[in-house]
């Protein structure tokens, strides 16, 4: 192998294991919540993620694009509060799902490619042995390899579920609708 060809393969490498060390953080973040378990306040637990949760997914993003062009429609003040109500359902979402300590994660450690994203495939294994695929659609930005969307069992997408939802309350009644939405679904999670 030509030098400049060893330099790509290892640069390739580091790339993958980059995009890999999130879904790490965001499965450690999740065994430690599932520790603490429901004898841990919903809201003590949730405090606990919110940071993993910043730290692995880029939001933003994955708001923008369930919008898509009504984004741009919005004023900052709209804006600032949908992402505001976004994060808390997303984390409130992960905290409700993991909260007892009866799963444990396995990580592919080889990454796929889908054009600029890679794909981390991550099994979620219960007790049984039932197991469910979330594969991390990670896309690198300036804040390094970030979750842009994840495919649950490989081919359900999350941002295009949640597309179609958001987009039909926006019609239905604009940011404010979306937002009251996502308000409540937040506190149904965490009662």
Known sequence: MTGALLVAVARRADAESAALAPIRQLAEGLLQIMKAGRA??????????APVVDQTFDLITILKTSLGPGWDTLSQDQQA?????????????????????????VLDPDTRISGSDQVVRMRVVDDAGEQHELDH?????????????ILADGVISRV??????FRQLMRQGGASALTHSLETKSADLSD
């Open 81 to 105: 509060t949908l992402f505001a109500a976004f994060r808390r359902y997303t984390v409130a979402s992960y905290v409700n799902a993991f909260d007892d300590n009866t799963q444990h994660f």
């Open 40 to 49: 841990t306040p919903f809201s003590q637990r949730f405090d606990m993620l």
């Open 137 to 149: 659609v990670m896309r690198q930005g300036p804040a390094g390899w970030r979750v842009v969307d």
């Open 160 to 165: 295009a579920v949640q597309r179609s939802d």
